[in-house]
């Protein structure tokens, strides 16, 4: 083979694994004045019935759009707080049937009863209360049982309150106070439930002199508030995240202090010993990649996505992760998950996307009209190695990492091959041949 044509053949190659990099995902349109918004939050009621935040530069075009055909058409919803207050919003999310709310960091909870056509603010037990602390959307937890809890730092006090409405935002109710240790003006509070009962809360106190840290105390709770523990004292940057995985694990995303790595902690004892996690491993070198926000379901899947396309998926409630090949290089902002199977994605310049595939291609893909043999994997995800079924014998097959390079070339002289994977580094690869191109996952 001559220069040319090798050079030839890798650049086909490459682009054949670029090309890649968004199979598994779909992407969603948006009407053409939002296609190039910043799409805050999302909010998935089923695949047809989607809700999303829009942001435009000018703050009469910002609003929270509604689509009910899986973004055929799109409607702007009838929301009384428009403008640079809809800026501050950060997250929708849904709560049951054509029940939806947002978190406002100025005016509290908004919530609607007929799927936006009316929004309403939340009026709290205590008004003085709920304006001067409640601006972080983790401040708020939302329970598959259709209890929306918060906590509502409360400066008048020197504490918060806990709060919790039963009737998907339109009316709250105060459980509990809390008592902030030590007791100075609190800046942040965090709250996540596991189910009814079970729940985790972060408060927060002034800096630690100048290093920018803080000190939080990790409450717990397992009757609904009614009583709680204080069952660790942390100190940290800032907490822009707190979610509990599971009966035993739990996620704190730190963003800071200044001039410090963003991190990512986790418990496997429900609030105590917190210990960093690994996930950072795999954008290191890239100062300006971080997540931005997690979601889990309440058994061992969990996803993380931020800036530069970045998509972070564990298997193990956050105990390691690995990275997807993402559909977008721009910034993601949210993550809904329906199933292990379905996800969505939204993030800047009009980016929503979901899979059905949990991110990874599952399609056997032939770059001839030969029609070649199905190829398949299994187990996939695997640990420790792969049987890989309908190979070509005689056919050079190149596996191929997240970044375009090939790490191992396979010729096997048989139509089905076991090989190991202790070799390699947990993440997606893609294995290719002339005639097939398909994905699989070492955990």
Known sequence: MTLSAFILSLLILCISIVSSYADGWTRISLPEQYQYSRIQSIAVRSPDSIMVMAFLPEDSASCILLTSDAGVSWTCTNTCWCGGYLNWARQVRHVSEDNYVYYHPIGGCMYTTNSGNEWIHSDGPDDDCIHEGVHNPASYSLTKYGQLWRIVDCEVRGGGSIQLSTDYGRSWEEVNQVSYIPDEIPNESLI?????????????????GNTGFKSYGILSTTNGWKDYQVVDTIQFGNIYQLLIVNDSNALLYVLGPPNTATKSYLTTSFGTDW?????????????????????????????????????????????????????????????????????????????????????????????????????????????????????????????????????????????????????????????????????????
């Open 192 to 208: 996540s439930m596991l189910d009814e009962q079970r729940g985790l809360a972060a408060v927060s106190v002034a800096g630690i």
């Open 275 to 443: 210990r960093p996690i690994n996930e950072y491993h795999l954008i290191e070198g890239d100062s300006l990649s971080r997540i931005l926000q997690y979601e889990c379901l309440q058994d061992s899947l969990c996803i993380g996505v931020g800036t530069n396309g970045i998509i972070l998926q564990s298997l193990d409630a956050g105990a390691s992760w690995y990275q997807l090949i993402s559909p977008t290089q721009f910034k993601l902002n949210d993550v809904a998950i329906m199933n292990k199977q379905t996800v969505y994605i939204v993030g800047d310049s009009g980016t929503i996307y979901y899979t059905t595939t949990g991110g990874v291609s599952d399609v056997n893909e032939a770059t001839t009209h030969d029609n070649p043999s199905p190829l398949s994997i299994y187990p996939n995800p695997a640990d420790d190695a792969i049987t890989v079924r309908g190979m070509e014998p005689g056919t050079a097959y190149h596996v191929v990492d997240i970044l375009g390079q090939v790490v191992r070339t396979l010729l096997p002289d048989t139509s089905e091959l076991k090989f190991s994977l202790m070799d390699l580094p947990p993440g997606v690869y893609t294995l290719v041949s002339p005639l097939h191109r398909i994905q699989f996952i070492r955990r």
